[in-house]
């Protein structure tokens, strides 16, 4: 048997496991292909209340989590030495899986070229609605280039709080908790206190979960209902070099750092993040799938310090589907406006994806407003932009919920892969096959 068939396999035991969740998400294709949006307004309507419902109580759950998963995380490891080893571990591993996944996104787009010819499949229905935002867009990255770096920095991380703000609040919860492990024993009530916070949404996790079939079946059927399959006979070349693109990362990538770098069996992880996998193509958030993915890798066996620690930085910085989607996606104007790609210019288009990815929030459409800065060096004229944008939003959901299965799968990869080299990863809670709930 084919190794991806094996890995096809170990997944599908794992959705047998959460099969109301997986019967949730095939029943939601089915509703969204046989009741279009255009045609039963009313059912995407109720449908979209459930969704956006279900969307909404776990995004209650990932701020107190965030932050107390890594006040936690940060003062489990303790020393600084630790820190800094683990720390860079994670950069390293992060750094690799995305350099691979532009490296082959380049690859694939020069082989298959999805933008020779595509330009008479535009839209000028979607070039009107789309014009508003890709100015914004553009204009936004390039007057604001020095900005967006300035605003990871946190002037008043209150602010950031309250406006959910993901990387600013990680950046100071980081080194509030490195400022918590100096002082010492004065700071073990605080920590204290973030232990009790994170077993209480853990457990409210637990209570999400059970709606999980009911809100990845309306999340599924609403994108379905309005992106509709014609979709695929469009620009059938883009997504196909986007699905091959993926597909290598998540099938060869993956279980190939695995093997390299862990003695982890990718079937067995596979299985076990099967449910993460699941929400994350339904939300097509990482962040608001973090919960979940916490929950599936700590009840499998990746201890509570790796776990707290390199799961939610991963879920915001770690986006390699979304760097494979960016750099296919600017390849693929390029070519559809006869630019020619010097391999200096794939060089810059893949250097900036990663950088672009990994300023990405872990919400949905994310990726779609950052390709704004990888697309400002390839010399598109402002229509061009506008037409190119156009293209890639008649895709764009379909295309965001399998980039974000990517996202959240190697965050997990490589929190396994280090949970491993650190002798933290229990082997035989990674081989048990009930549901998570449970465990
Ligand atoms: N939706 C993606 C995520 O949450 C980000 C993006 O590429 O838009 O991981």
């Given amino acids: 048997m084919g190794f991806h068939m094996q890995v096809m396999i170990a997944i599908l035991l794992g959705f047998k496991r959460n099969w109301h969740i997986f019967a949730g998400l ?16 009313e059912v995407y309507k109720i449908l979209d209340f459930i969704g956006q419902g279900f969307i909404n109580i776990i995004q209650m759950v990932v701020l107190p989590l965030v932050i107390s998963a890594i006040i936690i995380g940060i003062s489990n490891i303790g020393d600084s030495r630790q820190l800094s080893k683990l720390g860079g571990k994670m950069l390293i591993y992060y750094g690799i899986i995305t350099c691979l996944a532009v ?3 380049s690859v694939i787009a020069i082989i298959l070229q999805p933008g020779i010819n595509a330009q008479n499949l535009v839209n000028p229905d979607i070039i009107k609605d789309t014009q508003g935002f890709v100015q914004d867009a553009i204009k936004f990255q390039q007057e604001n280039l020095a900005q967006i770096f300035l605003d990871i920095i946190p002037k008043n991380p209150f602010n950031a709080l309250a406006e959910g703000k993901m990387i600013p609040i990680i950046l100071f919860v980081t080194l509030f908790s490195i400022a918590l492990t100096k002082a010492g024993e004065i700071s073990r009530p605080l920590v204290s206190f973030f232990e009790s916070i994170f077993a209480a949404t853990m457990k409210v996790t637990d209570w999400i979960m059970y709606l999980a079939a009911p809100g990845i079946f309306a999340l599924t059927a609403t994108s379905v209902s309005s992106f509709g399959l014609g979709v695929f006979n469009d ?21 190939m750092m695995l093997k390299i770098f862990s003695k982890v069996p990718v079937l067995k992880l596979y299985s076990a993040v099967s449910e993460a996998m699941m929400v994350a ?9 973090l919960p979940l993915t916490i929950t599936c890798c700590e009840k499998r066996g990746i201890s509570n310090r790796v776990c707290s620690f390199v799961l939610p930085l991963g879920a915001t910085l770690n986006m390699d589907g979304t760097a494979i989607v960016q750099t296919i996606a600017v390849i693929f104007l390029a070519q559809m406006y006869g630019i020619t790609l010097t391999p200096l210019l794939i060089a810059e288009i ?21 390709i704004a800065l990888v697309l400002n060096g390839i010399g598109l004229t402002p229509e061009q932009l506008v037409e190119g944008f156009a293209l890639l939003f008649t895709l764009e959901r379909f295309v965001d919920m399998l980039r974000t299965v990517c996202n959240v799968t190697s965050d997990t990869v490589v929190a396994a892969i280090i949970a491993d080299n650190e002798g933290e990863l229990n082997y035989e809670l990674l081989g048990d096959n009930s549901p998570v709930q449970k465990a």
């Fill in 26 to 41: 095939v029943f939601g294709v089915l509703v969204g292909i046989f009741f279009p949006k255009t045609m039963y307004a």
């Fill in 235 to 255: 620009i059938a070349q883009y997504v196909t070099a986007i699905m091959l693109a993926l597909g290598i990362q998540f099938f060869f990538v993956y279980p």
């Fill in 350 to 370: 893949a250097f900036l994806a990663i950088i672009a990815s990994s300023t990405s929030a872990g919400i949905p459409g994310a990726g779609l407003i950052t």
């Fill in 281 to 289: 193509f339904g939300t097509a958030s990482s962040s608001a799938t």
């Fill in 103 to 105: 490296s082959i996104a």
